[in-house]
Protein backbone atom coordinates (compact mmCIF):
# COMPACT_ATOMS: atom_id res chain seq x y z
CA UNK A 1 0.00 0.00 0.00
CA UNK A 2 1.35 3.49 -0.90
CA UNK A 3 1.55 5.77 2.49
CA UNK A 4 2.24 9.02 3.46
CA UNK A 5 5.68 9.80 4.42
CA UNK A 6 5.32 11.49 7.73
CA UNK A 7 7.91 14.14 6.77
CA UNK A 8 8.47 15.66 10.57
CA UNK A 9 5.69 18.20 11.65
CA UNK A 10 3.50 19.76 9.52
CA UNK A 11 4.61 23.07 10.76
CA UNK A 12 1.11 24.19 10.76
CA UNK A 13 -0.66 26.65 14.25
CA UNK A 14 -1.85 24.80 16.74
CA UNK A 15 -5.97 25.04 17.31
CA UNK A 16 -6.96 24.95 13.65
CA UNK A 17 -8.53 21.66 13.82
CA UNK A 18 -12.17 21.45 12.76
CA UNK A 19 -14.64 23.36 11.15
CA UNK A 20 -12.63 26.03 9.06
CA UNK A 21 -14.36 28.23 6.21
CA UNK A 22 -11.19 27.88 4.05
CA UNK A 23 -11.03 25.61 1.05
CA UNK A 24 -13.12 22.39 0.66
CA UNK A 25 -10.86 19.59 -0.09
CA UNK A 26 -12.23 16.28 -2.03
CA UNK A 27 -9.97 13.56 -1.60
CA UNK A 28 -11.04 10.85 -4.49
CA UNK A 29 -8.85 7.85 -3.43
CA UNK A 30 -9.68 3.96 -3.01
CA UNK A 31 -7.61 2.98 -0.84
CA UNK A 32 -9.24 3.96 2.30
CA UNK A 33 -6.23 4.09 4.44
CA UNK A 34 -5.02 6.48 2.27
CA UNK A 35 -8.04 8.71 2.01
CA UNK A 36 -8.59 8.41 5.67
CA UNK A 37 -4.42 9.83 6.42
CA UNK A 38 -4.87 12.56 3.58
CA UNK A 39 -8.30 13.42 4.67
CA UNK A 40 -7.72 13.89 8.48
CA UNK A 41 -4.41 15.90 7.29
CA UNK A 42 -6.23 18.58 5.99
CA UNK A 43 -9.02 18.71 8.02
CA UNK A 44 -5.78 19.11 10.97
CA UNK A 45 -4.10 22.02 9.17
CA UNK A 46 -7.29 23.79 8.27
CA UNK A 47 -8.98 22.56 5.35
CA UNK A 48 -12.44 21.28 4.99
CA UNK A 49 -12.17 17.67 3.20
CA UNK A 50 -14.72 15.14 2.32
CA UNK A 51 -13.27 11.46 0.67
CA UNK A 52 -14.72 9.74 -1.79
CA UNK A 53 -13.80 6.21 -2.95
CA UNK A 54 -14.32 6.41 -6.95
CA UNK A 55 -15.91 8.39 -9.59
CA UNK A 56 -19.53 7.30 -8.84
CA UNK A 57 -18.92 8.83 -5.12
CA UNK A 58 -16.92 11.97 -5.88
CA UNK A 59 -20.11 13.13 -9.17
CA UNK A 60 -22.46 12.64 -6.33
CA UNK A 61 -20.37 14.73 -3.51
CA UNK A 62 -20.13 17.34 -6.39
CA UNK A 63 -24.09 17.37 -7.06
CA UNK A 64 -24.40 17.97 -2.89
CA UNK A 65 -21.39 19.99 -2.00
CA UNK A 66 -19.62 23.25 -3.09
CA UNK A 67 -15.72 21.80 -3.79
CA UNK A 68 -12.79 24.23 -4.28
CA UNK A 69 -9.93 21.55 -4.98
CA UNK A 70 -9.95 17.81 -6.09
CA UNK A 71 -7.04 15.50 -4.85
CA UNK A 72 -7.34 13.12 -7.66
CA UNK A 73 -5.88 9.38 -7.90
CA UNK A 74 -5.16 7.98 -11.39
CA UNK A 75 -5.19 4.80 -10.80
CA UNK A 76 -9.15 4.16 -9.51
CA UNK A 77 -12.02 0.95 -9.61
CA UNK A 78 -14.49 1.95 -12.44
CA UNK A 79 -13.42 5.31 -14.48
CA UNK A 80 -9.80 6.04 -13.93
CA UNK A 81 -8.70 9.36 -12.79
CA UNK A 82 -7.51 10.34 -16.19
CA UNK A 83 -10.98 9.81 -17.37
CA UNK A 84 -12.61 11.95 -14.89
CA UNK A 85 -10.37 14.37 -15.39
CA UNK A 86 -11.38 14.59 -18.80
CA UNK A 87 -15.20 14.49 -17.66
CA UNK A 88 -14.32 17.18 -14.90
CA UNK A 89 -12.54 19.85 -17.53
CA UNK A 90 -15.87 19.29 -20.34
CA UNK A 91 -18.54 19.43 -17.36
CA UNK A 92 -16.55 21.68 -13.93
CA UNK A 93 -14.49 23.65 -16.29
CA UNK A 94 -11.73 24.92 -14.17
CA UNK A 95 -12.58 23.14 -11.43
CA UNK A 96 -9.00 23.10 -9.80
CA UNK A 97 -7.69 19.25 -9.41
CA UNK A 98 -4.43 18.07 -8.02
CA UNK A 99 -3.56 14.15 -9.06
CA UNK A 100 -2.22 11.68 -7.63
CA UNK A 101 -0.10 8.74 -9.42
CA UNK A 102 2.43 6.13 -8.57
CA UNK A 103 6.04 6.93 -8.59
CA UNK A 104 7.84 6.88 -11.60
CA UNK A 105 4.41 6.86 -13.96
CA UNK A 106 5.81 9.73 -15.87
CA UNK A 107 3.38 8.95 -18.95
CA UNK A 108 0.16 9.13 -16.56
CA UNK A 109 1.43 12.59 -15.23
CA UNK A 110 2.36 14.22 -18.98
CA UNK A 111 -1.44 12.76 -20.11
CA UNK A 112 -2.95 14.48 -16.65
CA UNK A 113 -1.03 17.72 -17.25
CA UNK A 114 -2.09 17.71 -21.08
CA UNK A 115 -5.60 16.98 -20.05
CA UNK A 116 -5.77 20.04 -17.85
CA UNK A 117 -4.73 19.04 -14.49
CA UNK A 118 -3.19 21.94 -12.05
CA UNK A 119 -0.44 19.98 -10.87
CA UNK A 120 0.36 16.44 -10.00
CA UNK A 121 1.62 14.43 -6.95
CA UNK A 122 3.62 11.56 -7.10
CA UNK A 123 3.36 8.88 -4.37
CA UNK A 124 5.14 8.35 -1.81
CA UNK A 125 4.61 12.01 -0.81
CA UNK A 126 5.66 13.88 2.55
CA UNK A 127 2.82 15.85 4.31
CA UNK A 128 4.29 18.85 4.02
CA UNK A 129 4.51 18.95 -0.14
CA UNK A 130 0.78 17.91 -0.20
CA UNK A 131 0.10 20.83 1.77
CA UNK A 132 2.22 22.85 -0.48
CA UNK A 133 0.38 21.60 -3.69
CA UNK A 134 -2.88 22.12 -2.23
CA UNK A 135 -2.01 25.35 -1.21
CA UNK A 136 -0.05 26.79 -4.63
CA UNK A 137 -3.02 25.77 -7.09
CA UNK A 138 -5.47 27.50 -4.52
CA UNK A 139 -3.42 30.65 -4.63
CA UNK A 140 -3.28 30.15 -8.50
CA UNK A 141 -7.02 29.01 -9.66
CA UNK A 142 -8.62 31.47 -7.35
CA UNK A 143 -9.47 35.07 -8.34
CA UNK A 144 -7.86 37.89 -6.13
CA UNK A 145 -11.54 38.48 -4.43
CA UNK A 146 -10.98 35.04 -3.74
CA UNK A 147 -7.66 34.81 -2.28
CA UNK A 148 -7.20 33.58 1.05
CA UNK A 149 -5.85 36.33 3.23
CA UNK A 150 -2.11 35.39 5.36
CA UNK A 151 -2.93 32.94 8.24
CA UNK A 152 -2.06 35.61 11.06
CA UNK A 153 -4.92 37.85 9.54
CA UNK A 154 -7.38 34.75 8.84
CA UNK A 155 -10.66 34.67 10.87
CA UNK A 156 -10.97 31.69 12.14
CA UNK A 157 -14.33 30.19 13.39
CA UNK A 158 -14.08 29.78 17.01
CA UNK A 159 -18.08 28.73 17.73
CA UNK A 160 -20.48 26.64 15.91
CA UNK A 161 -24.02 27.29 17.01
CA UNK A 162 -27.40 24.76 15.81
CA UNK A 163 -30.63 24.86 16.96
CA UNK A 164 -29.64 26.41 20.33
CA UNK A 165 -26.29 24.66 20.92
CA UNK A 166 -22.73 25.89 21.15
CA UNK A 167 -19.89 23.94 19.68
CA UNK A 168 -16.73 26.12 20.76
CA UNK A 169 -14.29 24.08 18.78
CA UNK A 170 -11.24 25.90 21.17
CA UNK A 171 -12.21 24.22 24.23
CA UNK A 172 -13.74 21.30 22.37
CA UNK A 173 -17.21 21.83 24.60
CA UNK A 174 -20.46 20.95 23.73
CA UNK A 175 -23.03 23.35 25.14
CA UNK A 176 -26.83 22.66 25.24
CA UNK A 177 -29.35 25.12 25.24
CA UNK A 178 -29.15 27.36 28.62
CA UNK A 179 -25.10 26.29 28.45
CA UNK A 180 -25.22 23.36 29.84
CA UNK A 181 -22.21 21.43 29.12
CA UNK A 182 -22.41 17.74 27.48
CA UNK A 183 -20.45 15.68 27.74
CA UNK A 184 -19.22 13.76 24.48
CA UNK A 185 -16.77 10.82 23.62
CA UNK A 186 -13.58 11.42 21.45
CA UNK A 187 -15.33 9.72 18.84
CA UNK A 188 -18.78 11.03 19.15
CA UNK A 189 -17.09 14.60 19.16
CA UNK A 190 -15.63 14.26 15.95
CA UNK A 191 -18.97 12.23 14.58
CA UNK A 192 -20.95 15.89 15.68
CA UNK A 193 -18.35 17.79 13.96
CA UNK A 194 -18.53 15.74 10.67
CA UNK A 195 -22.54 16.53 10.51
CA UNK A 196 -21.53 19.84 11.29
CA UNK A 197 -19.70 20.40 8.72
CA UNK A 198 -21.69 18.37 5.99
CA UNK A 199 -25.44 19.68 6.99
CA UNK A 200 -28.86 18.27 5.12
CA UNK A 201 -26.84 16.24 3.74
CA UNK A 202 -26.39 12.14 3.56
CA UNK A 203 -23.73 10.94 5.12
CA UNK A 204 -23.22 6.99 4.25
CA UNK A 205 -21.87 4.64 6.67
CA UNK A 206 -18.30 4.61 5.17
CA UNK A 207 -17.84 7.96 5.14
CA UNK A 208 -18.95 8.75 8.84
CA UNK A 209 -15.92 5.42 9.40
CA UNK A 210 -13.41 7.60 8.12
CA UNK A 211 -14.88 11.29 9.70
CA UNK A 212 -15.07 9.34 12.85
CA UNK A 213 -10.95 9.59 12.43
CA UNK A 214 -10.07 6.20 13.33
CA UNK A 215 -11.40 6.62 17.16
CA UNK A 216 -14.07 3.08 16.59
CA UNK A 217 -12.88 0.07 18.12
CA UNK A 218 -14.28 -2.23 15.68
CA UNK A 219 -14.67 -0.48 12.41
CA UNK A 220 -17.90 -1.58 10.70
CA UNK A 221 -21.71 -0.71 10.28
CA UNK A 222 -22.88 -1.69 13.70
CA UNK A 223 -20.65 0.14 15.33
CA UNK A 224 -21.61 3.35 13.17
CA UNK A 225 -25.08 2.96 13.97
CA UNK A 226 -24.31 2.55 17.87
CA UNK A 227 -22.29 5.68 17.55
CA UNK A 228 -25.21 7.75 15.78
CA UNK A 229 -27.76 6.35 18.46
CA UNK A 230 -25.13 7.36 21.53
CA UNK A 231 -24.73 10.92 19.80
CA UNK A 232 -28.88 11.46 19.18
CA UNK A 233 -29.85 10.39 22.36
CA UNK A 234 -27.28 13.07 23.78
CA UNK A 235 -28.50 15.81 21.87
CA UNK A 236 -32.13 15.02 21.29
CA UNK A 237 -32.48 14.09 25.07
CA UNK A 238 -31.57 17.65 26.04
CA UNK A 239 -34.62 19.21 23.50
CA UNK A 240 -37.17 17.02 24.32
CA UNK A 241 -36.78 14.48 21.79
CA UNK A 242 -36.69 17.25 18.68
CA UNK A 243 -35.08 14.96 16.00
CA UNK A 244 -31.65 16.47 14.55
CA UNK A 245 -30.39 13.35 13.47
CA UNK A 246 -32.45 11.64 10.24
CA UNK A 247 -31.94 8.15 9.55
CA UNK A 248 -31.87 7.77 5.68
CA UNK A 249 -33.02 4.37 4.67
CA UNK A 250 -30.65 2.10 3.08
CA UNK A 251 -27.74 5.16 2.55
CA UNK A 252 -27.14 6.86 6.04
CA UNK A 253 -27.88 9.68 8.22
CA UNK A 254 -28.53 13.37 7.57
CA UNK A 255 -28.07 16.79 10.37
CA UNK A 256 -31.12 18.47 10.45
CA UNK A 257 -30.87 21.75 11.82
CA UNK A 258 -29.19 24.71 10.34
CA UNK A 259 -25.45 25.47 11.49
CA UNK A 260 -23.89 28.98 11.78
CA UNK A 261 -20.05 29.07 11.94
CA UNK A 262 -18.84 32.02 14.31
CA UNK A 263 -15.84 33.82 14.20
Known sequence: MNTVRSGGQSGEPPGRRGIDPEAHVLVVEDDAAMRHLISRLLRENGFRSTGVRDGREM???????????ILLDVM???????KLLRDLRAERGALPVVMVTAKGSEADRVLGLDLGADDYLPKPFGRRELLARVRAVLRRTRTPTEAPVE???????????????????ARREVLAPGDTVVELSGAEYDLLLAF????????????????????????????????????????EGETGGTTMIKTVRGAG???LPAVERVV
Request: charged content about 30%; proline content about 5%; glycine content about 4%.
Open 59 to 69: WETLRNTEIDL
Open 76 to 82: LPGDSGL
Open 151 to 169: PAARATVQRVRFDGWTVDL
Open 196 to 235: LEHPHRVLARNQILELSRGRLADPNDRSVDVLVSRLRRKL
Open 253 to 255: YMF
